[in-house]
């Protein structure tokens, strides 16, 4: 059984719902853009001067009583929540009928125990609904669409009795089924103008004439067109948080680690239940002096293991602690499809995902944020311009490019050393560095570099190589002379 | 069956649940090996480097101990395995490594610093700490073929003051893992935990070339001498003696030329 909530001329009682002042006059609500706009909806005391939709401003304001307002669309939201609000009290399965604003379809089977029968449910529904302020049609009937159209025709309380809905529709007028225009205009010749009469004319007649939809429309006019109801569910992914209020402000993460287990715990449960995986975590924390401290984690796959989310939070809340005693938590959680995969027997050695995404974590708390990734050369005119982006490997594959040759490799000297340097004409002759005299015994260069010379970054060297020695070893190194500073410095050394 | 053969398989089925097979010789496996990528070099170590175990190389600057971590690494990551390189001194250039042919994606890097400026941590761990401890996390978690310890700017008497124990810990850790651990080291640390022990040494000085108008440093030839391999080990002779091989590297400018 369906039962049908439809209140009519919805914009205007949710205009009217927000200033009740205006329920005692005329008004018109237009839309659109300025100076083009038309009345999409007018109240009972408008139209009865003669207001109707789709005029324009113009003729809105011709009429001197009827006062035109913009539509709101919030107005609307509001008045649309407060009766989801109220049809959520009478049935778990909802839906929401699109093509009439406001209107809903309430499955009521199984709620006679709590609401009486049918007609006693409608009565409660529509008291329900003008306490909160709106006028609104109940129709219960066994067939969805029946239902509709009954909500949609008749005013008050109609019940249609299962196996009568067509008997109960007998008198409704045809525009309750949402006629499309030349179907209207192909009625209306042939002098029909109720759904009984509709329903009277032979189905294969009416198909042979006006095609398919003569089916449905026979259909609907009978109360026999069936409906598949898909109710409003809550969003799945919305509901993925828990909170929790702390007695005691907390300084010290060790028993937050507790907490933030259990509410792991509890939201595994529910994204197992839709054989779902955790993507991220968000832990907000509310910390003393009203503040909020954010943390996101996001393994590398989406992950269905406790320990390892909990160590993941564990290691980056460590590694960026709250600045203050935290008063209260929230834990948020994102779900995406488990992650699946079957690599080949001989495919060469790779680490685990979930135990790699720990063990960065780690390194990330020893040596620094920054300091653990790949390098990735970047588009630069500059020697050895790398950034570091996040270790994440590629599947196992053999790559078949061949090196040319083994090139000398340069240990980068990060920053580079300055070093003390004796002239011989333009030429480096003698390097002093960390305490030991080194003689030039080779020598190429210079190589002048520079760059972004457009910007305050610019920078300008003369780049040498150079084979330095003392009398027990001896190094290649890379040195370099900068113009601004006028000092030398050891840009690596060749090894 | 003979007095012996019965004692022997007596002592056995005793000690069967805490040590198996306790009397009987374990037959060794050849180790598998990774190929460096310098032909002259794997023809003196028999194939490659050695999974599963310590290798070290050691030597002075300028000897080419970087050059042979890159290439070897390069050919690890072009079979399509992931490395690590752990740098002590963050002296790793990605420009070489990127000439060398290794593939970057595969390579984690890990640049220690003494300078850093948030401490997270209660104990401020020096640069060398935290590398060991660095390798130590890489070789527990496994899945990396290779990692180097880069120790070429720490100097011998700071390396000689890791414990043995850190180095035992390294070589079980890596045979599990099955992982090729790399040291590059000014002087040998590990001691009899390395299962590969190298020594690269300075080599007859190549001239800077002088084709054109300038004089160019086009190319360095190394020397590489073979210290130890223990999975060469032969029945009769206990300590093989030294092999040397003799490579060279070229600049990246002198490929364009």
């Known amino acids: ?122 009565t409660k529904l529509r008291q329900s609904t003008m306490a909160a302020g709106f006028l609104a049609n109940v129709a219960i009937a066994e067939n969805f669409h029946a239902a509709v159209c009954l909500a949609l025709g008749r005013t008050g309380v109609s019940v249609a009795l299962p196996g009568c809905e067509a008997e109960a529709m007998r008198d409704l007028p045809l525009r309750v089924l949402s006629l499309e225009p030349q179907h209207e205009e192909i009625f209306q010749s042939w002098g029909i103008r109720t759904c009984g009469e509709l329903a009277a004319l032979a189905e294969t007649d009416l198909i042979a004439r006006i095609g398919q939809t003569g089916k449905k429309l026979h259909s609907l006019a009978r109360g026999e067109w069936p409906h598949l109801m898909f109710p409003i569910e809550p969003s799945f992914e919305e509901g993925l948080i828990e909170r929790m209020e702390l007695d005691h402000p907390v300084e010290i993460l060790e028993p937050l680690l507790f907490l933030l287990a259990r509410m792991t715990d509890a939201l595994l449960e529910r994204v197992k239940l839709k054989a779902r995986a955790i993507a991220s975590l968000r832990v907000v924390l509310n910390v003393d002096g009203d503040k909020l401290h954010e943390r996101i984690v996001r393994p590398a796959l989406p992950l269905q293991d406790r320990p390892t989310l909990l160590k993941l939070l564990q290691l980056d809340l460590e590694t960026h602690p709250p600045s203050a005693a935290i008063l209260g938590l929230e834990l948020h959680a994102q779900s995406a499809a488990p992650y699946r995969a079957q690599h080949g027997l001989f495919l060469p050695q790779a680490p ?115 084979r330095l020695g003392t009398e027990t070893a001896e190094r290649v190194c890379r040195i370099a002379f900068d113009p601004s500073s006028r000092c030398w410095y050891v840009q690596g050394t060749y090894d | 069956m003979p007095a012996s053969a019965a004692l022997r398989l007596q002592i056995e089925t005793t000690l069967a649940i805490r040590v198996p097979a306790a009397l009987t010789l374990k037959i060794k496996q050849a180790p598998e090996l990774f190929a460096t990528g310098i032909s002259e070099v794997d023809a003196v170590l028999g194939g490659g480097i050695p999974r599963g175990s310590i290798t070290e190389l050691s030597g002075t600057a300028s000897t080419g101990k970087t050059s042979f971590g890159l290439s070897a690494i390069a050919a690890i990551t072009r079979s399509g395995a992931a490395c690590a390189w752990v740098d002590v001194s963050d002296a790793l250039s990605p420009e070489s490594a990127a000439a060398a042919g290794v593939e970057l994606k595969r390579l984690l890097w890990l640049r220690t610093s003494a300078e850093r400026k948030e401490r997270v941590t209660d104990k401020s761990w020096s640069r060398l700490e935290q590398a060991l401890k660095a390798t130590d996390l890489l070789l527990q978690a496994g899945g990396f073929a290779a990692v180097v310890l880069d120790m070429s700017d720490v100097l011998p008497q700071h390396t000689m003051r890791i414990p043995l124990a850190t180095w035992y810990r390294f070589r079980l850790a890596a045979e599990q893992a099955r992982t090729a651990l790399i040291f590059l080291t000014q002087a040998p640390c590990a001691g009899s935990c390395a299962a590969l022990v190298l020594r690269s040494e300075p080599t007859c000085i190549q001239p800077f070339s002088s084709h054109g108008e300038t004089p160019l440093f086009e190319r360095q030839p190394y020397m590489l001498v073979r210290e130890r391999n223990r999975n060469e080990g032969s029945p009769f002779l206990q300590k093989k003696p030294s092999v040397r091989a003799e490579w060279h590297a070229e600049t990246l400018w002198s490929r364009v030329r």
């Open chain 1, 1 to 122: 059984m369906y039962a049908v909530l439809h209140p009519p001329n919805f914009f205007a009682q949710a205009a009217a719902h927000q200033r009740p002042e205006l329920r005692k006059r005329p008004f018109a609500l237009l839309d659109g853009e300025p100076p083009a706009e038309i009345v999409v909806a007018a109240n009972k005391a408008a139209r009865a001067l003669g207001v109707e939709a789709g005029m324009t401003r113009l003729q809105a304001e011709s009429f001197p009583e009827v006062v035109a307002l913009s539509r709101k669309l919030k107005d609307e939201a509001s008045a649309q929540m407060i009766l989801h609000t109220i049809v959520c009290l009478f049935s778990p399965r909802i839906e929401y009928v699109e093509k009439y604003p406001g209107t809903y379809a309430l499955d009521i089977e199984g709620m006679n125990r709590l609401y009486g029968d049918a007609e006693q449910l409608a």
């Open chain 1, 352 to 466: 685990e995902p979930g135990r790699l995404e720990i063990t960065l974590a780690r390194l990330r708390k020893l040596v620094g944020e920054q300091r653990v990734g790949s390098p990735e050369l970047t588009d630069d005119h500059r020697p050895n311009a790398f950034r570091m982006i996040p270790f994440a490997p590629p599947p196992p594959a053999r790559s078949e490019k061949q090196s040319l040759s083994v090139p000398t490799a340069l240990r980068v000297s990060r920053p580079p050393q300055a070093v003390g340097v004796v002239l011989t004409g333009n030429a480096p002759a003698q390097v002093f560095w960390e305490g030991q005299k080194y003689i030039v015994r080779e020598i190429a260069g210079p190589w002048r570099v520079s760059g972004q010379w457009w910007s305050e970054a610019n920078w300008c060297r003369e780049e040498w190589d150079v």
